[in-house]
C-alpha cells in the first residue's frame, strides 16, 4: 500500500454507548474486529450538560457504574493483545464522539443506529447519522439485525461519481483483517454506453488495485432506478457480511447533513455499513481521478 495512504491500520475503535440493549450490538461488532486484529475498544457515554450539579454527579455515577458492569461481563471475550476501557464526556453526543476519535491518529467509529438510555432520552437513534456526517473517520454502523458472526464478503459499490471510490483503500484494509472477499458492484440507473464504458473502467481500476494487495473479489454490475433496492438484494443474494459506502454530504461547518443515499442504505440494510465521508480531492494513490 502507497506511504500515502490515510487508513494504514485501526489500533483504536470508538463505540458510542447509552447501556441499551440495541446499543450494545456496536460494542460486539467492535469485539468481532478485535478477534481478528489487536485494537483498543474505547467505550463512550456522553453526559448532557446541565446546570443542576447533583443531576450531573449522578448520571456520572449511572454511566460508570454501567460501564464497570460491561467491563466484567464482556472481558473474557477481549483478546491478550486488544484492551477494552471507558471514558465519560459532556456536551453534545456527536461533537464528543468525533472529538474522541479524531484524539488518536488511527481509529475508526463502531456504532448502533438503534438506542435508548432509560436515563434521558434518545442517544444512538438521534446522534448516528451526525456523528458519521460530521467525522472524517470511517464508521461503521449496525442497526437491530443480529451481529454477524464472522466478515467474509464485503459488498462494494461502485457508482459514476469520483467519490465512489475514496472507499476503496480502507475497505481494502477490512478485507484483509477478515480475510474477507471483495465484490466490485458497478451501479447506474442509466442505459448509456458512455456511462457503462466508464463505470467498466472504474471497476478495473478498484479490481486492479486489490489483485495488487492480494484481495480476493468478484465483480457483477446492477442497472436499475431502485439504487439502494438493487445493492441490498444483491447483498443478501450473496450473503455479503457488509456494505461500504460513501457520504457525499455533510461538508458544511455549520450544518452536518448525511447524504440521501447513505441515509437509506444505513437506515435499511439488514448488515453493518462502512460509511466514508467524501472528499473534494482524491488521496494520491494509484487512482485516476478523471477515471481515464
Known sequence: MATTDKFKSMKNIIVPLDFSIDALKGLDLALLIASKTPVKIQMVYVQKITDVPSNSEEEFKFAEKHFRKLIDSYQSRVPKESALTFIIKKGKVYQEIVGQAQAFQDSIIVASTHGASGFEELFIGSNAHRIISATSRPVITIRQSPVPSDITKIILPIDIAIESRQKVIFTTL??????????????????????????????????????????????????????????????????????????????SISDYIIGGEAQQMISKSPIPVLTIRAKSHFIKDSFSTTGE
Open 174 to 251: 477490512l478485507a484483509q483483517v477478515f480475510g474477507a472477499e471483495i465484490h466490485v458492484v458497478t451501479v447506474t440507473a442509466s442505459k448509456s454506453k458512455k456511462i457503462t464504458s466508464r463505470l467498466n473502467a472504474y471497476s478495473l481500476q478498484v479490481c486492479n488495485y486489490l489483485k495488487n494487495h492480494e484481495i480476493s473479489y468478484k465483480t457483477a454490475s446492477l442497472n436499475g432506478s431502485k439504487v439502494i433496492k438493487e445493492i441490498l438484494e444483491y447483498a443478501e443474494s450473496v450473503k455479503g457480511g457488509l456494505i461500504s459506502i460513501i457520504n457525499e454530504s455533510g461538508d
